[in-house]
């Protein structure tokens, strides 16, 4: 089955730090990856996916992530973390054997802390 | 474009009732998902519908179903509720291709007594 991993539950991190939200995934065929982020009270906002190419993708509000195949590892970056981040970070796979379904990861919440 | 909308946003139910929830795609996207959200769970699929048809359905009983609409829009139907079943409702919108993300409303938050 695909699925993916997020080995930390919080990630806390100074305000102008960078930052990273991990993220492992594990897959049958090529992994088409994405990236949510979800406020309070809020639905799921869309940041970035990888489906092929280049291995860094960019993504919405100065976000980034790598794509690493030999690591398994689709981990989000921000150069300059903003207090605004502090939110909850989903990672996600497209489950092809479930049409278009996405297979989310627990989750990490961000925070920023001024 | 307006994006996904949900009503209601907020509902309360008793344990046995049952509930419809309300989803409108964004204009042009033609797949509609579902996703049950709950602190211990996390994130999970209940169902896709595509062009009035359930393409897919995850692994959740017989009293979670669903149906779309010839304009897209989609509703999800919970009978006999139990308390577990409470929980943030998410629908999610896209084009109909594998390479496209899904575009999520704000959700409904269902709470069973």
């Known amino acids: 089955a695909q699925s993916v991993a997020q080995p930390e539950d919080q990630v806390n991190v100074a305000e102008g730090n960078p930052l990273t939200v991990k993220c492992t995934y594990s897959?049958?065929?090529?992994?088409?990856l994405f990236w949510y982020v979800q406020y309070p009270n809020r639905g799921l906002q869309f940041l970035l996916k990888y489906i092929t190419g280049d291995n860094l993708v960019k993504g919405s509000y100065g976000f980034e992530a790598e794509f690493n195949k030999s690591q398994t590892s689709f981990h989000l970056k921000k150069p300059s973390a903003l207090v605004s981040d502090s939110a909850l970070y989903f990672c996600?796979?497209?489950?092809?054997?479930?049409?278009?379904?996405?297979?989310f990861g627990k989750g990490t919440s961000l925070l920023v802390t001024p | 474009k307006a994006g996904v909308t949900q009503t209601p946003r907020y509902l309360i139910k008793t344990r046995g009732q049952q509930v419809t929830l309300s989803c409108s795609p964004i204009?042009?996207?033609?797949?509609v998902s579902w996703y049950q959200q709950t602190p211990g769970q996390g994130l999970q699929f209940l169902f896709e519908?595509?062009?009035?048809?359930?393409?897919n359905k995850g692994n959740f009983p017989g009293r979670f179903s669903g149906r779309q609409f010839s304009n897209s829009r989609s509703e999800m139907n919970v009978s006999t509720l139990e308390l577990g079943d409470s929980a943030l409702y998410l629908c999610a919108s896209s084009p109909d291709s594998s390479y496209n993300e899904q575009f999520f409303g704000p959700g409904t938050r269902l709470t069973v007594l």
């Open positions: 204009s042009g996207h033609r797949s």
């Open positions: 996600a796979v497209r489950d092809i054997n479930s049409g278009y379904a996405l297979n």
């Open positions: 519908y595509f062009s009035e048809t359930q393409r």
């Open positions: 897959v049958s065929g090529n992994p088409y």
